[in-house]
């Protein structure tokens, strides 16, 4: 049973930056593919950026150039940067790791629909006033 814990939300100025970090309890960061996704109150969650064993990444195309998500083998900890944020990435951020669907986890067109994943943390809180 892999544990996650998130950290590293608060809140933050419309066009400031944040750094999400993601601790795993064991082997999965660098073995699994691993994904930060988040929920707006009344929204569905909705993936923001994965990145699988091998290092390949993908991205909401609402968040490319934005975020970027990163992971630290030695520290099993997974990372997600987000710069220039706006008040519609506010939201839970969670982290999850080993999806369940087909094929390589960045290899889909959209990945904010692919929130099949097999464990996740408990999130952390991003606000952004308006």
């Known amino acids: 049973q892999v544990q996650l814990v998130e950290s590293g939300g608060g809140s933050v100025q419309s066009g400031g930056s944040l750094r999400l970090s993601c601790a795993a309890s064991e082997y999965a960061v660098g073995t699994y593919c691993m994904g930060w996704f988040r929920q707006a109150p009344g929204k569905e969650r909705e993936g923001v950026a994965v990145i699988d064993s091998d290092g390949s990444t993908n991205y909401a195309d609402t968040v490319k150039g934005r975020f970027t998500i990163s992971q630290d083998n030695a520290k099993r900890t997974l990372y997600l940067q987000m710069n220039n944020l706006k008040p519609e990435d506010a939201g839970m951020y969670y982290c999850?790791?080993?999806?369940?669907?087909?094929?390589?986890?960045?290899?889909?067109?959209?990945?904010?629909?692919?929130?099949?994943?097999?464990?996740w943390g408990q999130g952390t809180q991003v606000t952004i006033p308006s």
């Open positions: 999850a790791s080993e999806h369940t669907y087909p094929g390589p986890c960045t290899a889909v067109p959209d990945i904010r629909k692919r929130v099949e994943y097999k464990f």
